[in-house]
């Protein structure tokens, strides 16, 4: 399992205060046979006729030395974990 960011809690909070409703924590994602891990999925009621609205967060503090390498890292799990959940949605 990961380790929670500082301001996992907070975020949390502040989605279920925005009326979000937690469904995973932490949200699962696979790719092949190794198993990666975003820290939030979520999901809101839209209307009775538009269905849900879905939602999957990742919590980033930029904590370390460099605030370039922490966003290259963020913008690569951006974009690495979007193309995990298209390629899902996909099959």
Do not use: C
């Amino acid at each position: 399992m990961p380790r929670l960011d500082i301001y996992h809690e907070t975020v949390k909070h502040a989605l279920v205060k925005d009326g979000w409703t937690i469904t995973h924590d932490p949200y699962k994602l696979t790719i092949g046979k190794k198993r990666l891990f975003a820290d939030l999925g979520a999901e809101m009621l839209l209307s009775a006729e538009k269905g849900m609205r879905r939602i999957v967060v990742e919590i980033k503090s930029f904590t370390g030395v460099s605030d370039v390498n922490d966003l290259e890292q963020a913008i690569g799990q951006y974009v690495l974990y979007k193309q995990i959940m298209e390629t899902a949605n996909r099959a």
